[in-house]
Structure formats: C-alpha cells, structure tokens
C-alpha cells in the first residue's frame, strides 16, 4: 500500500467514526455575522476604545499615485493582498477617558460612504459607551469618511451633547464659498457634504489652532498636505504617550512602504510626504505608539524605519488592561 493510500484509509475511517458519533448531534448553527469591532487599551491614566467603523474597498485608477507609474502601485497592491484596483480603507475611530472627559477622535463614516462600512453605532453600543455620553468630539480634517459620523443617515445628531472642535485652517479652507466655487465638480461634493454636516452647528464649534491642548492630555500636531487644515494628536498620561496619525498615511501596506507616494486625494501631495516622513521618523525614532485611522484593526501598533520607508507593527492582543 502507498503512504497516499494508507493515509486516506486512516482517514477515512477516522471520518466514519466521528460520523458515527456525530449522528445523533444538531447542525451546528452558523453564526453568520461578524463579532464587535473593539479594542480597549491605556496610555497611562487614561483609557482607550477603538471602535471599528467597518471597511471601503476604494476603486482607483493610473491616476491613483500622482508620483509613481501605476505597475509599481498595482505590484505593492498585489504585495499587500489587495484586489488589483482597490484600495482597502478601513476606518477605525477612537474613545479616549481621560477620567474626567470622554473624547471621541473622528467620527466614522455615518453609514453615509459605503454598505460595508457604518457600524460604529454597533460597536459603541457592544463597548457600553452610550453615545449621549460623549462630550468632545475632537475632528482631524473634514473628508467625509471622517465627519459624515456627526449625524445619522436622517441628519439628526448622533452625539448630541458633544461639543466639536475641529482645526481652525480646515475649517477656513472648507468654509470659504470662493474656494468651493473654484474647486473640481468632485472635490465640491466634499465641499456641500461639510456645509450640511455642519449647518446649524457652527455656535457649538470650536475651532483650534494645533500647537495646543484641546484638552488636558489631549495635543495637537499640525499636520498639513493631505488637507490644509489636517491635524494630529498626542494623547499623554503620565510618562506613556500616543500618536493619533489620522490621515497621514493611509493603508500602512501601501503608504509607510511607499511613504513618497502622493495620492489623488491629498490636496498638496508634496507637504503631505513631507509632513508623512516627520511624523513616521519621530514615532519611529521614539518607539511611540502610533494609530492610524485606515490602519487594520485596531489600528494601534508601531513603525520601523526600513530601508526605503517604514514597516507597522501591530499591536498584541491584550487580555488585561
Ligand atoms: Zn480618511
């Protein structure tokens, strides 16, 4: 008899014992549906919710990377374990309580971009974090995918005893009708998006300069390129600190391996490489503990520089807090 032969007889009647067994038990069910998308962590004194939103997988183009000729961004795609023409996006926002504030950092996409993505109510309510809860919503830039969480589908508020504060130069850019009217049709859909995220809010907004706290512990980066106004955040408690990267890079598979990649849909491409390779040589350079918006869940891990960029390192489950 063959190995082959012999195996297939084992396992066979091994399978016709289980069967055997196995007869008088129920199907067992499917579950069908994915678990709750959270990740709970501390940075000193203060404790930490990612909450996953869900996932894009964004159509792109030869027009993609502005920088780069498309068979190289279609070989790091296929490197990465993407489609060949598209982007994975996922989008991961964040709960910091500071002890005394609860902070929500962007917003989620308000089930508003794409059918697989949108579950952040799902998950809040899994994490017991009661959405009226929230008092500060702390915004990064004004694209859709992170503000469009401020409301439901039915435009009516989802945190609604939140103060916002958004960026002073994002604001300023998105706000000014003069730049709206001179934008491409496609960027004006961003534009008319943010004026009706933020009709009727405006006396509840703050806007801030970076280089300040906009709340204890919480600081803000300028971090400008993707868009004018884009900022970052360094939470700290005690002697632990976080990056909080938003939109500096996107997929980290795709933008810390390629980090002089300009995309289509940052609005300055060159300051945003450049404000890229500052922010990723520090927390590189620091050991910090980084989260990136569209980095895969939760988010949270570290960079490496490499030899031509730098390669995320992700968390560890954590069973203990
Ligand atoms: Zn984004």
């Known amino acids: ?21 196995g007869a008088a038990a129920a199907a067992p069910p499917f579950a069908g549906k994915q678990t709750a998308g959270i990740y709970r962590y501390r940075v000193g004194g203060f404790e930490l919710t990612a909450l996953y939103d869900g996932i894009w997988y964004r159509p792109i183009t030869d027009a993609f990377i502005r920088n780069a000729p498309f068979a190289e961004v279609e070989a790091a795609l296929a490197e990465a374990f993407m489609p060949a023409d598209k982007l994975a996006t996922p989008f991961t926002t964040l709960v910091v309580n500071t002890g005394k504030r609860l902070i929500l950092i962007d917003t989620g996409t308000g089930g508003q971009i794409a059918p697989s993505a949108g579950v952040l109510s799902a998950n809040l309510l899994a994490a017991g974090i009661d959405p009226k809860a929230i008092d500060l919503i702390v915004i990064s830039h004004f694209h859709p995918d992170h503000i469009n969480g401020i409301r439901d589908k039915d435009n009516d508020l989802v945190f609604p005893n939140a103060e916002v504060a958004v960026p002073a130069a994002e604001w300023n850019f998105w706000m000014d009708d003069a730049n709206l009217n001179a934008a491409p049709a496609d960027l004006k859909v961003a534009f008319r998006n943010q004026r009706r995220i933020f009709s009727g809010l405006a006396k509840n907004v703050t806007r801030f300069h970076p280089g300040t706290e906009i709340a204890p512990g919480i600081e803000t980066l300028p971090a400008p390129g993707h868009t004018p106004g884009h900022t970052v955040f360094a939470v700290h408690s005690g002697d632990r600190s976080l990056l909080v990267l938003g939109d500096t890079a996107q997929h980290p598979a795709v933008f810390a391996r390629h980090p002089d990649w300009q995309a289509a849909f940052d609005i300055d491409g060159a300051l945003a490489v450049a404000t890229r390779r500052t922010l990723f040589d520090r927390a590189a350079a620091d050991r910090m503990l980084v989260t990136g918006y569209h980095f895969p869940f939760p988010a949270c891990g570290h960079l490496i520089k490499t030899a031509n960029g730098y390669e995320h390192v992700p968390v560890e489950w954590q069973p203990n807090l």
């Open 1 to 21: 008899m063959t190995l082959l032969a012999r195996r297939a007889l084992l396992i066979g009647s091994a399978a016709a014992a289980l069967a055997a067994r």
